[in-house]
């Protein structure tokens, strides 16, 4: 009997410690491999086109501060990871407006969910660093 009671409490207590990041990634997510590329372990991105998950950009040119919205949208999920990078060099650049149930990321110019609640989409605000002559930006 005491074996069953054992095997039960680990079934009842193991989804208990299997979640993932629910309070958003960490800062260990902009440690890379290869220069301005996310680490991500040996996780691969889907095919091109087989997301059923949208970004969408209310703009991909770039001012010094200026603001660009950033939508991610599709099927219900749970977290995200997005950074932004200039079009050219491919660092990461500027810095993320707080919003509710985010984290912001500044290390490495991301920001990251800060609940593991279901979602349908999620509206971001990205501003563009000062410092710079302004250009292009996409977001990964």
Same mark, same amino acid.
């Given at each position: 009997?005491?074996? $069953?009671?054992? *095997? !039960? =409490?680990?079934? *009842?207590?193991?989804?208990?410690?299997?979640?993932?990041?629910?309070?958003?990634?960490?800062? #260990?997510?902009?440690?890379?491999?290869?220069?301005?590329?996310?680490?991500?372990?040996?996780? +691969?991105? +889907?095919? /091109?086109?087989?997301?059923? $998950?949208? @970004?969408?950009? =209310? #703009?991909?040119?770039?001012?010094?501060?200026?603001?660009?919205? *950033?939508?991610? +949208?599709?099927?219900?999920?749970?977290?995200?990871?997005?950074? %932004?990078?200039?079009?050219?060099?491919?660092?990461? !650049?500027? =810095?993320? #407006?707080? %919003?509710?149930?985010?984290?912001? @990321?500044? /290390?490495?110019? %991301? *920001?990251?969910?800060?609940?593991?609640?279901?979602?349908?989409?999620?509206?971001?605000?990205?501003? %563009?660093?000062? #410092?710079?002559?302004?250009?292009?930006? $996409?977001?990964?």
């Amino acid at each position: 009997m005491k074996g $069953y009671t054992c *095997v !039960i =409490s680990l079934l *009842v207590l193991l989804p208990l410690l299997v979640g993932g990041f629910p309070d958003g990634a960490p800062v #260990d997510a902009c440690v890379k491999s290869r220069p301005n590329q996310p680490y991500h372990g040996q996780a +691969q991105p +889907q095919p /091109e086109g087989s997301s059923p $998950y949208s @970004i969408t950009a =209310s #703009d991909s040119t770039y001012r010094p501060g200026s603001k660009i919205s *950033v939508v991610i +949208q599709g099927s219900s999920f749970r977290g995200f990871f997005m950074q %932004a990078r200039d079009a050219q060099t491919g660092d990461w !650049i500027g =810095s993320w #407006d707080d %919003a509710p149930n985010t984290n912001g @990321i500044p /290390e490495c110019a %991301a *920001v990251t969910h800060a609940d593991n609640r279901d979602k349908l989409q999620a509206t971001l605000v990205w501003t %563009a660093p000062r #410092d710079t002559q302004g250009g292009q930006v $996409y977001f990964t």
